[in-house]
């Protein structure tokens, strides 16, 4: 069957040891709490940065968590390790986490980020550009949201390379009309000619955008779809999957 869903926090944190965490003005009553521990090392972690950038964009943990927020309880569970944290959410798609936010304590509802096995299982190759959906490594090292087609890789000689459509950038939009995803950029350039010209509305890595406009060679670069699928290629066969 399928495997049970996992969550995640979605935050990037830091321990914070006790005299830190007092002297990010949290409150006597629960540093005295924290103290009866007995574990000594960590008693309490704060999300760290950026929001932007410290946490995953698009989960809950984005709108909700600000920088320098400690992090006590959640779901009623008192909060000191790493492992604390993953426990806690980890069979949870909701959380009620109790934060320290300016001196005060505040009751945080929020979503928690779904884990996947982040697999790529989809190609497009259009126009010389090899092309996927968007990496969930965006959202968790740059802040991005997972939005648009990514382009992974180019091939040389081709318009995209010719037209200098960058590796490691997303497309947004094709002649005006937005792409989410592969399925919307699929039917935003299925009718396109051969010889045809293309506007390009494109995301770099840090969410700068930018335009690029390339000509469609179908007869040397046609549109393709690859995909991957579970099994092996042929009967009797080894692989675990196959791509076709």
Not at 55 to 63: I, R, S, W, Y
Not at 111 to 126: E, G, I, N, V
Not at 213 to 241: H, I, M, S
Request: aromatic share 4%.
């Amino acid at each position: 069957g399928e495997p049970p869903a996992r969550y995640a926090l979605g935050a990037e944190l830091e321990k914070l040891g006790l005299s830190a965490a007092r002297g990010m003005l949290m409150d006597a009553a629960h540093g005295r709490r924290n103290d009866r521990g007995g574990r000594g090392e960590v008693r309490a972690l704060a999300a760290t940065g950026d929001v932007g950038a410290a946490a995953l964009a698009g989960t809950g943990a984005h709108e909700m968590l600000r920088d320098s927020d400690i992090l006590l309880e959640i779901n009623g569970k008192r909060i000191e390790t790493f492992r604390d944290v993953e426990t806690a959410v980890a069979d949870a798609p909701e959380a009620e986490l109790l934060v320290v936010r300016g001196c005060q304590k505040q009751t945080l509802q929020m979503k928690t980020a779904p884990l996947d096995d982040a697999t790529t299982d989809r190609l497009l190759l259009w126009a010389g550009a090899v092309l996927q959906a968007a990496p969930a490594a965006i959202a968790a090292q740059r802040g991005q949201e997972l939005t648009g087609v990514y382009v992974s890789s180019r091939f040389h000689g081709s318009p995209a390379a010719r037209y200098s459509l960058p590796a490691v950038s997303r497309v947004i939009e094709v002649d005006g009309e937005k792409v989410p995803d592969l399925d919307a950029f699929l039917h935003a350039i299925i009718a396109k000619r051969d010889g045809a010209d293309v506007r390009l509305k494109l995301l770099d890595i840090r969410g700068a955008p930018s335009m690029v406009c390339l000509r469609v060679d179908n007869k040397y670069w046609p549109t393709a779809e690859v995909r991957r699928v579970a099994g092996p290629r042929n009967a009797g066969g080894q692989e675990p999957f196959h791509w076709r």
